[in-house]
Nanobody, 122 residues
Framework: QVELVESGGGLVQAGGSLRLSCAASGSIFSINDMGWYRQAPGKQRELVAVITSGGSTNNADSVKGRFSISRDNAKNTVYLQMSSLKPEDTAVYYC????????????????WGQGTQVTVSS
């Protein structure tokens, strides 16, 4: 079994900061890309930021210069540091990880966290 557990969401005023964390646990051989997505009410889920196992990152244009993704491979954890938050950043934020497992053979699957609510008030 593999589980992704997110934490760090909450209510913050515009201009404020939050840090999200997502820890993967279970039967994990290795983790490739890890990322954060978000879904606002009535909208589709969208990519916020992604980081490779080697540390290369890619952020959505809407968050460049404000959000920063990082990871601790020893802890199987990915972080999202969010600064200069805007009301339009309000959404449920989901963690995603491409996890490689071994059960007689190696295989990779996408796993998702349960989501954490981020609300930015104006």
């Amino acid at each position: 079994q593999v589980e992704l557990v997110e934490s760090g969401g909450g209510l913050v005023q515009a201009g404020g900061s939050l840090r999200l964390s997502c820890a993967a646990s279970g039967s994990i051989f290795s983790i490739n890309d890890m990322g954060w997505y978000r879904q606002a009410p009535g909208k589709q889920r969208e990519l916020v930021a992604v980081i490779t196992s080697g540390g290369s990152t890619n952020n959505a244009d809407s968050v460049k210069g404000r959000f920063s993704i990082s990871r601790d491979n020893a802890k199987n954890t990915v972080y999202l540091q969010m600064s200069s938050l805007k009301p339009e950043d309000t959404a449920v934020y989901y963690c995603n990880a491409q996890i490689r497992r071994y059960r007689g053979t190696y295989y990779s699957l996408d796993y998702w966290g349960q989501g954490t609510q981020v609300t930015v008030s104006s």
